[in-house]
């Protein structure tokens, strides 16, 4: 078995998750990033989507919102405005806020009202992306 390290997953308010992985893999703005043990301290920003994490052989991905990535001496740490495992994602809302997010899109509003639009229309696609790789949908 590969050489493990401690990992928290820490959205607003809760402990996602904390433990020992042999992996993780996110995703930052220039492509995707592995985390192995003994990684060299960095701090990135994550897109939002969705990171795998390597236990005991076993691979699980989860959605993640808004965040960053810390590798430190102190530990390796993902902060993230929310973070979901696929079986507790509501893909009823995750849809409805995909065609909210859509409509809104398609009244031209505000540069800042588009941006905010923009970011939550990618948040519902990721979470129903999640799922669908989980439940193997479609
Ligand atoms: P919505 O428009 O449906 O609120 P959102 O993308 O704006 O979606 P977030 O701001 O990312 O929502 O999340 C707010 C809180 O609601 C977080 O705790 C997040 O985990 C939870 N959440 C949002 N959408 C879902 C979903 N489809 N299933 C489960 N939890 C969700």
């Known amino acids: 078995m590969s050489k493990t390290y401690k990992l928290d997953i820490l959205p607003p308010e809760r402990e996602f998750f904390s433990g020992q992985v042999e992996a ?5 703005p220039d ?7 003994d990684h060299a301290p960095i701090v990135a920003p994550l897109v939002v989507g969705s990171f795998k ?3 005991d052989g076993e691979w699980r991905e989860a959605f993640n919102s ?4 810390e590798v430190s001496k ?10 979901e495992w696929p079986e507790d994602i509501d893909i009823r809302r995750a849809e409805q806020s995909k ?9 031209q509003r505000s540069i800042n009202e588009y941006k ?7 948040r519902a696609m990721a ?11 479609d």
């Open 116 to 122: 905010g639009s923009k970011i939550a229309l990618a």
């Open 99 to 107: 065609r909210r997010s859509e409509e809104k899109l398609r009244q």
């Open 24 to 28: 993780l893999i996110i995703t930052a």
């Open 74 to 83: 102190l530990g390796t740490v993902l902060l993230a405005q929310a973070c």
């Open 127 to 137: 979470r129903l992306r999640v799922t669908k790789q989980k439940y193997n949908l």
């Open 53 to 55: 994490m390597k236990i």
């Open 31 to 37: 492509g995707e990033l592995a985390i192995l043990a």
């Open 66 to 69: 808004e965040g960053f990535l």
